[in-house]
């Protein structure tokens, strides 16, 4: 009995988190007097502070998975995943995010109103140019932009290891995978006016689209969970 009331209480709390991999600073959705329009809206990580507590990631870059439906106005949204290195900026975090780790993408959520769903990159790769080594310390910010151009903020801090390393969490269908219900586009832009006054391109602007095929009951399993609190 005991060992079932736990599991099924550890399966509430991690469908509470927003990155749901590789774990995150801290619940930071909270409304308050502190926070009036939210936590999550504070740069650069939602308003939570560097954590000791910190998460094992391998050096080669590794998955990454989060929810992004927990607020209203996300039907679509641009997602962008980035690192900071260190520990010599403020608060003893990175001094800054501005290292991109993949190319920014677009979620369509099924709807404007909160939704559940999971999407998860299985292999992020460190930033352009990046050498690191086991043990050096980084943070992990995942932003997601949206309609109104305003952005919601949420970070994890990790210790690089070597890949196959026992500390890395194991990355499997429970905890990386794609909700059915979230779909993917990729954006593009195209140059409308070059910025040298050298002529002027196509206009217009392409975006593909593809709705996911990944299915998983687990996620309906989180949709219940998250339905029911
Ligand atoms: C670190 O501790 C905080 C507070 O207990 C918790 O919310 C968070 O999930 C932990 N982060 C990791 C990566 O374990
Ligand atoms: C709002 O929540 C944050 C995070 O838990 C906390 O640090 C802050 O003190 C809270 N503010 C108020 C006024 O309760
Ligand atoms: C960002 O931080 C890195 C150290 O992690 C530093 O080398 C770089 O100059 C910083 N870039 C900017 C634009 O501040
Ligand atoms: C990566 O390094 C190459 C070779 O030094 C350089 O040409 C390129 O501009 C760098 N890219 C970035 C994004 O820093
Ligand atoms: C997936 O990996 C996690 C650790 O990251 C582990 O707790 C869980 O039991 C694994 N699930 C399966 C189905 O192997
Ligand atoms: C989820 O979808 C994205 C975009 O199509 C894809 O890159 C990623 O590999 C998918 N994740 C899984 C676990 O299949």
Redesign the pocket.
């Known amino acids: 009995m005991l060992p079932l009331f736990f599991l099924a209480l550890l399966a509430v709390a991690s469908a509470h988190s927003v990155i749901t991999?590789p774990g995150w600073r801290g619940n930071n959705l909270i409304t308050n007097d502190t926070f009036p329009y939210g936590m999550q809206w504070m740069y650069p990580c939602g308003g939570m502070g560097t954590t000791s507590n910190r998460t094992y990631w391998p050096t080669t870059g590794g998955a990454v998975a989060f929810q992004p439906g927990w607020f209203r106005g996300h039907s679509i949204a641009f997602a962008y995943i980035n690192l900071g290195f260190g520990t010599d900026g403020p608060d003893n975090g990175p001094q800054n995010m501005s290292n991109p780790m993949v190319h920014q993408f677009e979620i369509i959520g099924p709807t404007n109103n909160p939704f559940p769903g999971t999407i998860c990159l299985p292999q992020v790769p460190l930033p352009v140019n990046a050498t690191v080594k086991a043990g050096d310390l980084a943070t992990i910010q995942v932003v997601e932009l949206a309609q109104h151009g305003a952005a919601l903020y949420s970070c994890v801090d990790i210790i690089f290891a070597e890949p196959g390393d026992k500390r890395i969490?194991?990355?499997?269908?429970?905890?990386c995978f794609n909700s059915t219900d979230v779909g993917f586009g990729d954006v593009y832009t195209i140059a409308t006016k070059q910025p040298t006054g050298s002529g002027y391109g196509q206009s217009g602007a392409e975006v593909a689209v593809h709705r996911l095929g990944w299915a998983g009951f687990l996620s309906l399993v989180v949709g219940a969970l998250c339905v029911l609190l």
Do not use: L, Q, R
């Open positions: 991999y969490a194991e990355v499997n269908e429970t905890n």
